[in-house]
């Protein structure tokens, strides 16, 4: 059907949206200004003052605009860092298929892909995780083994996030689920010591305990990479966050639910497992997806510990003697990055929030 | 998986030096048997070891890792130079994963005493400076009294900058930032009034600013650094890191480099003996080959593929490049110049 066309009111609505009180005339040409005047920077430093990419490296000195050639020579070194370089598709395959599946659960979440059962992502979970550490760390299957040291950018950002939010997920529900059950109370107890001595911490603790006091508690003789320490240490960290979280869409269950339950005869087990969990986990999808963004952002910071992930190898990109003055190309690219997977990450919380008040009214 | 995966990587490397034959040494040995030299360097350090486009480590620092490859396996391509972290580095050397370490590591006393450490020869003679912005408006570092320090946990720097504070009885506090970018980030936004490390690799992080000009390096020198390079016990290996230094310092004095070897060698009987005893075919090197279990040719390549210690020094960090070091004002000058790097002789 075609929908009927706005009556002509519209646009005097418009008008009074925008310029209605002397205050709002106000507001809206301050806004329109910044608006223009940051369009306008942004296109004269895309595009106007720029240098085209078939320009040589030489032309961009001095020059005030972007230097799209930098693109060119750096975002291989940018996305893969010290990887070998005829090697590149092993860190391109692994952070391919971590974003695919992560687009798979945020697309699954908001309601599409219903042909897509939660038990064949989790399958996919489990196939790909150990997959991504064959393909990163070869020595199996022909593939030449790379030290540790040399996962550098994009699929360490997405191992250290991705696969450590994955990670913590399973055990945050465990830990929601001990703390809000009654029936051993020694288990509740630790759950709630863990859950709030965790979220006491700042990350950056967290952090430095895994990559130095971890390594102390193995057997003398084995080591840990940093990479691995670190991601331990963030599964544990975001667990704790991913069960308050979870906890709360638990206990915002009428207790009518767990009794109609016991009534049918359900063990507490499956009490829990079919009933309970999938409509709190349902409730609690929006501060998830909120913990995870901020979970995500907060990978960067793993370069306190010598990890060199995306912002890392971008700052190594601009290190080289000489190319000191594309620190702003460099971080653009990692800006534009973020920028482009958080909207996505956000725009699975809208629909979240769209659904459940539909569901709700 | 992974740690299953480090486990094995743990086990394999002691079987591997468990297994082979004794008359090298373990280091030697390991080297040959994987092909491929371990080497780890700073994971950003302009001039020193930085990344290039296509993610291989150049500059000063990295160039002794291909001098060690090109001597022991005749290839400066063989070297797997990798960018770790100050501590890790050590521990990784110590544990026997990587063969040796080329990072700009001052020789001290207790460190040579480390039974798993061997320090082997200096490439590059520093000593320990202070930066600051220019609006400090500082000239001399007796002025820093108070100020708040940025430099790196668990090097000397921290106790020079103990030492020096203590004997003029100034106070300072330490902004300890473990990552050397994240500490360099710190510093000029203003986080630390002083940015403290050895001179040179001053002179490098002044370049990273956007503006470095606005930065200076103030004149008082507070220790020595002799930056050397460190592996472990390995007679064999340690003879072929140290005469390797040697082959580049002794091509430096006679003004053989890898762009006029090969004339030099072609026309090998007009040359000085002590050329002739470099990289003659019955020489002294080919004498320590025999020795040491390197290739004949193992000095020519090493001038061949990496070059002589001038000819290192000036492609990473001389007049020519963005740090504008002039050689012979450091004391890394040729021993004739009145600098330290004293050839030592080759017969």
Same mark, same amino acid.
Not at chain 1, 84 to 90: I, L, Q, V
Not at chain 1, 141 to 150: K, P, Y
Not at chain 2, 160 to 178: H, K, L, P, S
């Given at each position: ?108 979440? @908001? ?19 150990? /997959? ?23 699929? %360490? ?24 059950? @009654? ?27 895994? %990559? ?5 508690? /193995? ?22 966050? #991913? ?18 339950? #016991? ?24 501060? /998830? ?73 | ?30 080297? =040959? ?36 490859? &090109? ?6 391509? =063989? ?15 110590? &544990? ?14 207790? *460190? ?65 930032? &473990?990552? =050397?970018?994240? *500490? ?6 203003? =986080?630390?009034?002083?940015? &403290? ?8 992080? *002044? ?18 650094? $002799?930056? !050397? ?47 002739? +005893?470099?990289?003659? !075919? ?32 000036? *492609? ?5 490049? $963005? ?7 450091? $004391? ?12 030592? $002789?080759? +017969?």
């Amino acid at each position: 059907m075609i929908p009927p066309s706005p009556p002509p009111e519209a646009r005097r609505d418009l008008w009074r949206q925008w310029f209605g009180t002397p205050v709002t005339a106000l507001v809206s040409l301050i806004s329109a200004a910044v608006a223009l005047y940051v369009t306008w920077a942004l296109l004269d430093w895309m595009v106007i003052s720029a240098l085209s990419p078939t320009q040589p490296m030489e032309d961009c000195a001095g020059s005030s605009g972007a230097c799209w050639r930098f693109y060119l020579e750096k975002s291989r070194f940018m996305l893969f860092g010290t990887y070998p370089y005829a090697e590149h598709w092993r860190p391109a395959l692994v952070s391919l298929l971590l974003l695919a599946l992560s687009a798979l659960v945020g697309l699954r979440i @908001t309601g599409r892909l219903r042909w897509l059962r939660p038990r064949m992502l989790v399958v996919l979970w489990v196939g790909v995780i150990p /997959l991504a550490f064959v393909l990163m760390g070869g020595g199996a299957a022909g593939l030449a083994a790379i030290d540790m040291s040399r996962w550098n950018g994009m699929p %360490v950002l997405l191992i250290l996030s991705v696969i450590a939010i994955a990670l913590a997920f399973p055990l945050g529900v465990a830990l929601a689920v001990l703390r809000h059950q @009654t029936r051993w109370p020694v288990l509740r107890r630790a759950a709630i010591v863990y859950i709030e001595g965790m979220r006491g911490f700042p990350m950056v603790t967290v952090l430095f305990v895994g %990559v130095f006091v971890l390594p102390l508690t /193995l057997p003398p003789d084995t080591r840990i990479s940093p990479v691995m320490a670190t991601l331990i240490a963030l599964v544990f960290f975001h667990a704790s966050y #991913f069960a308050e979280d979870v906890r709360g869409g638990l206990q915002s269950l009428p207790d009518s639910q767990h009794e109609a339950a #016991f009534s049918l005869g359900l063990s507490w087990g499956k009490t829990m497992r079919l009933v309970l969990l999938p409509q709190a986990l349902s409730r609690s999808l929006p501060a /998830l997806v909120n913990s995870v963004i901020g979970a995500y952002k907060d990978t960067s910071l793993v370069v306190v510990l010598g990890i060199h992930d995306l912002t890392s190898t971008a700052r190594m990109a601009f290190s080289e003697p000489g190319w000191g003055q594309f620190a702003l190309e460099a971080y653009a690219f990692v800006g534009v990055w973020f920028l482009l997977s958080c909207a996505f990450l956000s725009w699975v919380g809208r629909e979240l929030h769209r659904k459940q008040s539909r569901k709700s009214h | 998986m992974p740690a299953a995966h480090n486990l094995m990587s743990v086990s394999a490397a002691i079987f591997a030096v468990a297994a082979a034959p004794a008359f090298a040494g373990p280091i030697m040995d390991d080297i =040959k048997a994987n092909d491929s030299l371990v080497c780890l360097v700073s994971p950003t350090a302009p001039g020193f070891s930085v990344p290039d486009s296509t993610g291989l480590f150049q500059g000063f620092n990295a160039d002794f890792c291909r001098m060690a490859a &090109a001597a022991v396996l005749g290839d400066a391509g =063989k070297a797997d130079i990798r960018g770790v972290g100050f501590s890790d580095s050590m521990k990784t050397i110590v &544990a026997g994963e990587a063969h040796m370490g080329s990072r700009s590591i001052t020789r001290t006393g207790t *460190r040579d005493a480390d039974e798993g450490m061997a320090f082997v020869v200096t490439t590059f003679f520093d000593g320990q400076g202070f930066m600051v912005p220019k609006s400090l408006g500082v000239s001399s570092a007796a002025e820093l009294d108070g100020a708040s320090v940025c430099a790196e946990d668990g090097s000397t720097t921290l106790l020079n900058i103990a030492d020096w504070f203590g004997a003029q009885g100034m106070t300072y506090r330490v902004e300890n930032i &473990a990552d =050397k970018t994240a *500490r360099l980030e710190a510093f000029f936004s203003g =986080k630390c009034d002083v940015y &403290a490390s050895d001179v040179t690799a001053l002179t490098a992080d *002044r370049q990273l600013s956007e503006t470095p000009a606005d930065y200076v390096i103030l004149p008082e020198v507070i220790s020595n650094e $002799p930056l !050397t390079l460190v592996t472990r016990p390995d007679q064999a290996f340690e003879a072929a890191l140290f005469w390797g230094f040697q082959v580049m310092l002794n091509a430096d004095s006679h003004g053989i480099t890898s762009a006029n070897i090969d004339t030099v060698v072609a026309d090998l009987d007009n040359q000085s003996p002590a050329v002739q +005893r470099m990289f003659g !075919t019955d020489s002294a090197t080919t004498d320590m080959a025999a020795k040491l279990g390197l290739a004949n040719d193992w000095a020519y390549q090493i001038v061949k593929q990496v070059g002589s210690y001038g000819e290192v020094f000036d *492609r990473h960090l001389g007049v020519e490049t $963005p740090f504008g070091l002039n050689r012979s004002e450091t $004391p890394n000058a040729h021993a004739e110049n009145g600098g330290l790097m004293y050839p030592y $002789p080759i +017969r």
